[in-house]
């Protein structure tokens, strides 16, 4: 294991790397998450989705948040899914061509850009981490498309592995689920990941709020321990990450 960081070498030697990802932009992040990450001056990254007449006025409140050094990516303007989560997400995913995927992270990066217009280097969150169009012989990866536009881009991970800094692919990043995880949980995915030199990515949805909630005590137990390590984890958004390996790779 300590081969992959010698590989791979980390900056200012720390032992591996953690980001903190939200997605959706609910209330409870604006209200619980970002100022906690603030009180332990980390910096995590905000997938927003700037869809509806009054999506300049919505992304008002996260221009503070983006100042304070979070980053903000793209969650698409859609949200499209598939349709089997039930009728909310029709016609889905296996009803849309790649045209479509493109037309609608494209609206959302231009929307995101005017909002944002300091931040130069994006990321994308895939929505429901599904990276699909189409069915059975029709079915194809848009992957390559988010290629395209964005530096990088997160999924979902397999089981609790996390990223291989020398060859995981930049534009499927793994991530693990943290709704419902306790503090102890995420510590323990994050030793490990860092015993192994690799880079592990939380997405995170409600905090106390929604289907897919966190905990406030869990959140600040995570938060508390990467601010007591942050002289051997590295904590930081994805984008500052994903520029770094594929920086660092370049070299290899």
């Known amino acids: ?20 990802t939200f997605d959706d932009g609910m209330p409870s992040q604006l209200t619980i998450a970002a100022p906690l990450l603030n009180d332990y001056k ?28 979070h980053e903000i990516g793209n969650h698409s303007l859609s949200h499209m899914c598939s349709s089997n989560f039930g009728e909310l997400f ?16 494209v609206e959302s990066q231009q929307r995101l850009q005017k909002a944002f217009p300091s931040q130069k280097k994006w990321t994308f969150a895939y929505p429901c981490y599904q990276s699909f169009v189409g069915r059975g012989k029709g079915r194809q990866s848009y992957v390559p498309i988010v290629a395209n536009y964005f530096v990088a881009a ?17 534009h499927f990043l793994w991530s693990w689920p943290a709704q419902r995880m306790s503090g102890a949980e995420m510590i ?27 905990s406030e005590f869990d959140l600040k137990e995570i938060l508390s321990f990467l601010d007591r390590n942050r002289d051997r984890i590295w904590t930081a958004p994805v984008i500052q990450i994903a520029q770094y390996i594929s920086k660092r790779r370049t070299y290899l």
């Open 188 to 214: 323990g995915l994050v030793e490990q990941a860092v015993s192994q030199g690799r880079w592990g990515i939380f997405t995170f949805h409600g905090i106390n709020e929604g289907h897919l909630p966190t």
């Open 90 to 105: 029709f016609p889905g995913l296996e009803n849309a061509s790649l045209k479509d995927i493109e037309s609608d992270i």
């Open 1 to 20: 294991m300590r081969g992959e960081r010698k590989l791979f070498p980390w900056p200012k030697d720390y032992e591996g790397a953690i980001s903190l």
């Open 42 to 69: 980390l910096c995590g990254t905000f997938y927003l989705i700037p869809r509806g007449n009054d999506w300049i006025d919505r992304l008002a409140p996260w221009q503070k948040v983006a100042k304070y050094g």
């Open 154 to 170: 997160r999924g979902l991970g397999e089981g609790v592995a996390a990223n291989l800094p020398s060859v995981c692919d930049l």
